[in-house]
Protein backbone atom coordinates (compact mmCIF):
# COMPACT_ATOMS: atom_id res chain seq x y z
CA UNK A 1 0.00 0.00 0.00
CA UNK A 2 1.37 2.73 0.01
CA UNK A 3 4.76 4.40 0.33
CA UNK A 4 5.00 8.09 0.22
CA UNK A 5 7.64 9.88 -2.29
CA UNK A 6 8.18 13.52 -3.02
CA UNK A 7 6.69 14.64 -6.38
CA UNK A 8 7.57 18.17 -8.51
CA UNK A 9 4.60 20.12 -8.79
CA UNK A 10 3.95 18.74 -12.39
CA UNK A 11 3.77 15.74 -11.13
CA UNK A 12 1.38 16.67 -8.54
CA UNK A 13 -0.90 18.22 -10.91
CA UNK A 14 -0.51 15.47 -13.52
CA UNK A 15 -2.01 13.24 -10.71
CA UNK A 16 -4.39 15.49 -9.28
CA UNK A 17 -6.05 15.68 -13.77
CA UNK A 18 -5.91 11.85 -13.43
CA UNK A 19 -7.86 11.81 -9.81
CA UNK A 20 -10.53 14.04 -11.42
CA UNK A 21 -10.82 11.66 -14.36
CA UNK A 22 -11.18 8.74 -12.37
CA UNK A 23 -13.76 10.74 -10.43
CA UNK A 24 -15.50 11.38 -13.35
CA UNK A 25 -15.36 8.17 -14.66
CA UNK A 26 -16.62 5.87 -11.24
CA UNK A 27 -19.68 8.94 -11.10
CA UNK A 28 -21.09 7.95 -14.51
CA UNK A 29 -20.73 3.96 -13.75
CA UNK A 30 -22.15 4.47 -10.48
CA UNK A 31 -25.00 5.95 -12.16
CA UNK A 32 -25.50 3.73 -14.72
CA UNK A 33 -25.38 1.29 -12.17
CA UNK A 34 -28.27 2.96 -10.06
CA UNK A 35 -30.09 3.20 -13.33
CA UNK A 36 -29.96 -0.47 -13.54
CA UNK A 37 -31.56 -1.19 -9.71
CA UNK A 38 -33.84 1.25 -10.85
CA UNK A 39 -35.22 -0.47 -13.98
CA UNK A 40 -34.84 -4.09 -11.30
CA UNK A 41 -37.36 -2.75 -8.52
CA UNK A 42 -39.34 -1.10 -11.61
CA UNK A 43 -39.80 -4.38 -13.06
CA UNK A 44 -41.04 -6.34 -9.87
CA UNK A 45 -37.37 -7.91 -10.29
CA UNK A 46 -36.49 -6.95 -6.29
CA UNK A 47 -38.37 -4.99 -3.96
CA UNK A 48 -36.88 -1.79 -2.75
CA UNK A 49 -36.88 -3.03 0.57
CA UNK A 50 -34.47 -5.75 -0.88
CA UNK A 51 -31.56 -2.69 -1.41
CA UNK A 52 -33.11 0.10 1.31
CA UNK A 53 -34.26 -1.89 4.06
CA UNK A 54 -34.31 0.41 7.91
CA UNK A 55 -35.95 -2.43 9.64
CA UNK A 56 -33.10 -2.68 12.18
CA UNK A 57 -31.26 0.24 12.06
CA UNK A 58 -28.96 -0.50 15.46
CA UNK A 59 -28.29 -3.73 13.49
CA UNK A 60 -27.02 -1.42 9.93
CA UNK A 61 -24.79 0.67 12.58
CA UNK A 62 -22.96 -2.27 14.52
CA UNK A 63 -22.03 -3.70 11.31
CA UNK A 64 -20.88 -0.14 10.14
CA UNK A 65 -18.64 0.04 13.10
CA UNK A 66 -17.38 -3.69 13.40
CA UNK A 67 -16.80 -4.50 9.91
CA UNK A 68 -15.17 -0.65 9.30
CA UNK A 69 -12.64 -1.45 12.47
CA UNK A 70 -11.89 -5.11 11.37
CA UNK A 71 -11.08 -4.19 7.95
CA UNK A 72 -8.96 -1.01 8.80
CA UNK A 73 -7.32 -3.73 11.37
CA UNK A 74 -6.62 -6.04 8.46
CA UNK A 75 -5.13 -3.29 6.28
CA UNK A 76 -2.82 -2.65 9.04
CA UNK A 77 -1.61 -6.04 9.42
CA UNK A 78 -1.19 -6.28 6.04
CA UNK A 79 0.78 -3.04 5.76
CA UNK A 80 3.22 -4.00 8.74
CA UNK A 81 4.05 -7.32 7.35
CA UNK A 82 3.77 -7.11 3.45
CA UNK A 83 7.05 -5.48 1.91
CA UNK A 84 6.27 -3.01 -0.50
CA UNK A 85 7.78 -5.00 -3.81
CA UNK A 86 4.58 -6.83 -3.24
CA UNK A 87 2.65 -3.80 -3.48
CA UNK A 88 0.92 -2.63 -6.36
CA UNK A 89 2.08 0.88 -8.00
CA UNK A 90 -1.07 2.22 -8.64
CA UNK A 91 -1.94 2.10 -4.42
CA UNK A 92 1.41 3.52 -3.81
CA UNK A 93 -0.02 6.89 -5.29
CA UNK A 94 -3.62 7.58 -3.79
CA UNK A 95 -2.31 9.00 -1.36
CA UNK A 96 -0.41 11.85 -2.94
CA UNK A 97 -3.27 13.56 -3.77
CA UNK A 98 -5.05 16.53 -1.81
CA UNK A 99 -7.32 15.88 0.95
CA UNK A 100 -10.82 16.18 -0.37
CA UNK A 101 -9.30 14.33 -4.03
CA UNK A 102 -8.90 11.50 -1.70
CA UNK A 103 -12.19 11.76 -0.52
CA UNK A 104 -14.35 12.31 -3.26
CA UNK A 105 -12.61 9.47 -4.93
CA UNK A 106 -12.93 7.03 -2.49
CA UNK A 107 -16.67 7.93 -2.02
CA UNK A 108 -17.59 7.21 -6.17
CA UNK A 109 -15.23 4.35 -6.36
CA UNK A 110 -17.02 2.38 -3.34
CA UNK A 111 -20.41 3.63 -4.50
CA UNK A 112 -19.72 2.08 -7.98
CA UNK A 113 -18.14 -1.26 -6.34
CA UNK A 114 -21.17 -1.48 -4.31
CA UNK A 115 -24.00 -0.84 -6.38
CA UNK A 116 -22.42 -2.89 -9.35
CA UNK A 117 -21.30 -5.94 -6.93
CA UNK A 118 -24.04 -6.22 -4.04
CA UNK A 119 -27.03 -4.04 -5.46
CA UNK A 120 -26.46 -6.21 -9.09
CA UNK A 121 -24.25 -9.19 -9.34
CA UNK A 122 -25.00 -10.66 -5.89
CA UNK A 123 -29.03 -9.93 -6.00
CA UNK A 124 -29.07 -11.37 -9.64
CA UNK A 125 -27.04 -14.12 -8.73
CA UNK A 126 -29.45 -15.17 -5.52
CA UNK A 127 -32.37 -15.46 -8.37
CA UNK A 128 -30.33 -18.67 -9.63
CA UNK A 129 -28.11 -19.84 -6.40
CA UNK A 130 -29.98 -20.74 -2.99
CA UNK A 131 -27.33 -20.44 -1.21
CA UNK A 132 -26.13 -17.11 0.08
CA UNK A 133 -22.55 -17.78 0.66
CA UNK A 134 -22.25 -19.39 -2.57
CA UNK A 135 -23.66 -16.30 -3.96
CA UNK A 136 -20.85 -14.28 -1.87
CA UNK A 137 -18.08 -16.18 -2.82
CA UNK A 138 -19.06 -15.95 -6.40
CA UNK A 139 -19.19 -12.10 -6.30
CA UNK A 140 -16.14 -11.89 -4.74
CA UNK A 141 -14.64 -13.96 -7.77
CA UNK A 142 -16.18 -11.59 -10.41
CA UNK A 143 -14.60 -8.55 -7.86
CA UNK A 144 -11.39 -9.85 -8.09
CA UNK A 145 -11.26 -10.65 -12.17
CA UNK A 146 -11.86 -6.96 -12.21
CA UNK A 147 -8.96 -5.82 -10.51
CA UNK A 148 -6.73 -7.50 -13.28
CA UNK A 149 -3.52 -5.27 -12.49
CA UNK A 150 -3.16 -7.19 -9.24
CA UNK A 151 -3.14 -10.53 -10.85
CA UNK A 152 0.62 -9.57 -10.97
CA UNK A 153 1.14 -9.45 -7.29
CA UNK A 154 -1.25 -11.69 -5.92
CA UNK A 155 -1.04 -11.00 -2.35
CA UNK A 156 -3.17 -7.65 -3.63
CA UNK A 157 -5.74 -10.49 -4.54
CA UNK A 158 -5.95 -11.24 -1.16
CA UNK A 159 -6.19 -7.45 0.07
CA UNK A 160 -9.31 -7.02 -1.88
CA UNK A 161 -10.82 -10.69 -0.70
CA UNK A 162 -11.71 -10.46 2.60
CA UNK A 163 -13.05 -7.28 2.41
CA UNK A 164 -15.53 -8.26 -0.55
CA UNK A 165 -16.18 -11.26 1.48
CA UNK A 166 -17.77 -9.02 4.55
CA UNK A 167 -19.02 -7.05 2.31
CA UNK A 168 -21.33 -9.09 0.86
CA UNK A 169 -22.27 -10.88 4.19
CA UNK A 170 -23.36 -7.63 5.72
CA UNK A 171 -25.57 -6.85 2.75
CA UNK A 172 -27.02 -10.15 2.98
CA UNK A 173 -27.52 -9.58 6.64
CA UNK A 174 -29.15 -6.17 6.85
CA UNK A 175 -30.61 -5.70 2.93
CA UNK A 176 -29.32 -2.62 2.58
CA UNK A 177 -26.82 -1.47 0.29
CA UNK A 178 -25.60 1.71 2.07
CA UNK A 179 -24.04 -0.15 4.83
CA UNK A 180 -21.35 -2.73 2.36
CA UNK A 181 -20.86 1.18 1.35
CA UNK A 182 -20.08 3.23 4.26
CA UNK A 183 -17.59 0.26 5.13
CA UNK A 184 -16.32 0.24 2.25
CA UNK A 185 -15.72 4.03 2.21
CA UNK A 186 -14.47 4.19 5.52
CA UNK A 187 -12.03 1.84 5.38
CA UNK A 188 -10.10 3.31 1.83
CA UNK A 189 -10.42 6.50 3.46
CA UNK A 190 -8.90 5.79 7.15
CA UNK A 191 -5.85 3.00 5.31
CA UNK A 192 -5.64 5.67 2.63
CA UNK A 193 -5.19 8.77 4.82
CA UNK A 194 -2.90 6.75 7.55
CA UNK A 195 -0.61 6.60 4.70
CA UNK A 196 -0.86 10.15 3.55
CA UNK A 197 -0.08 11.71 7.02
CA UNK A 198 2.76 9.04 8.00
CA UNK A 199 0.91 7.43 10.48
CA UNK A 200 1.65 4.18 8.94
CA UNK A 201 4.10 2.83 6.22
CA UNK A 202 4.98 -0.46 4.92
CA UNK A 203 7.92 -2.50 5.02
CA UNK A 204 10.61 -1.72 2.63
Given at each position: MYHINNQTQTKSTKKEFKTKDAIMVFSS???MCAAIIFVLVSSDLFTLQRFLSFNNFSLMLMEVAAASSGLVMFGIVLAVFIPSTYIDDANKSYQNGSLLGIVVFMFVAALFEELLFRGIIQNVLSIFIEHQWTTIVVTTVLFLALHTQYFRKPIM????SVPSLVFGWIYVETSNIL????????MNVVITLLFKYRLLSIRN
Open positions: FSLLLNIVPFFVHFI
